[in-house]
């Protein structure tokens, strides 16, 4: 399959020629396949967010290409804002940077910038009030009026209302409790379901990204040392404990019981997978 | 991003002879030069002072490209200034068409003012990069003081001015992430005519000022919450001292101030 968007050796130097230059990121080559579920897992500061706002353009690299279904994104202004609705990025804590008078208004910020008809627009924002579990009451009141959970599903709704073959989140769930995040990913898991949508979900819990996605990409310092499915990121167990990432609890207790002898899969990260793992060792015991 | 450049009021932290300088030692010799950009009359007076200037840059560390994009946001006064004094100076017309006269006189004016304003800006910038708002806040409260004897209220305004300077890079730091938001959902801040682009930044200035606020009642709540309750009676973790290599900067800029002055007065 081809990659619907791709960085070749993207570098970015933050406030370059002064002295607070910082490179965030250093050669990136990094892809996400049409219809994906891809999660980014890094340490804060590690550069997750700067390689995100290179996907639809919000930063420039200071060197490299960011490609959109193969073209260079900077190849035209016309095309950088093109493809900005069609890669939806959800910022971290994304309410705050609400601003209309009326959650329905907010929605509609985004497809109106589309060019969209009024019937389309309204169509769009009631459907995507929905999807992210709105109540339609709530659609005429200010977005300053909401709690932190509401406001961060007016933010997605409005992301959403787009319509973008890509979704990006950062970190959607950060400061919200269980319930509420269980909420959200199951929305983006419909979101990417329903719409066969590509989506690059930004986190810094194992235990979220293993659950949800199907390939994981690992930032460290503005680079990628791995990526790949759960099981083969979390093969290197060490290596992301050095680099101040934990793996999933089962890995965790997985890889204790490895050094302590006893003969198991190394690859285990969920506790369905655990379950397995361990009645399978159990059966070969009995069997020898 | 064009808003990140903006550098006014920033500090670029180092360990350089200018950046220990005690910060009223600063103050003065600033004050003294500005006086002598406004003293000096012709090149040999203005070729004095750029190079006090460039001796202060060199010695200070700081990057002369830092100081060069400092001056993009008044390139427009500059052309300004320039334009006006160029017809408006009475003189040895050298060309005229319409009602415009361009004179000898207004080109030297001109270039003057232009590298007056541009020493004056440096100058200033030069300050802040090397100085700790909290340090410049202090040294001007410091040099202030007498006034407290007229009932002007010194450390009220010093504490104002350390809170704007310390917010100034927080609130283009919260544009930048508002525009960015808007940005992402198709929102067009950079084509279009003047109407079309001013309207778009109508959705920006409400959830700015909207922070802001916020940010103040914080601010003040935390203030609060530490006992602050004005200038009275407060002593300080830092007290500022004079050192030999302070007062000799001081007298520096003074003597150069004087000489200029001099010069000046003898039309150089
Ligand atoms: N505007 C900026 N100017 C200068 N440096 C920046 C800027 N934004 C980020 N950085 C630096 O770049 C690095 C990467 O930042 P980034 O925001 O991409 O991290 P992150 O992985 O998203 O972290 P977090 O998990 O905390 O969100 C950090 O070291 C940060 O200090
Ligand atoms: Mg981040």
Redesign the interface.
Known sequence: MAAIIETKQLTHIYSQGTPFEHTALDSVDFSAERGEYLAVIGRTGSGKSTLIQHLNGLLKPTSGQVLFNGTDIWESKDLTRQVRCQVGLVFQYPEYQLFEETVYQDIAFGPKNMGLDADEVDRRVKQSARFVGLEPGVLEKSPFDLSGGQKRRVAIAGVIAMEPQVLVLDEPTAGLDPSGSARILDNIRTYHQEKNACIILVSHSMEEVAREAERLVVIHRGTIPFSGPPEAVFAHGEELETMGLGVPAMTRVFARLRSMGVDLPASVYTIPQAREAVLSALHRKEGT | ?AL?DITLGQY???SSPIHTLDPRAKLVAMICYIVALFLGKWFVTYAILLLALAAVVKVSTV?P??LVRGLKPVVFILVFTAVLNIFYTPGEALASFWIFTVTKEGILHAFFMVVRIIMLITCTFLLTYTTSPLALTDGLESLMGPLKKIHVPVHELSMMMSIALRFIPTLIEETD??M?????????F??GNLIQRAKALI??L??LF??AFRRADELATAMECRCYHGGEGRTRMKQLHYRPGDVLFMLGALALAVGIGVLGHWGL
């Open positions: 991003m990140r670029f932290p180092g990057k490209k830092a992430k508002i960015s938001a808007q940005k992402a959902r198709g929102a067009d950079d084509s959705p920006l409400v959830p909207i922070s």
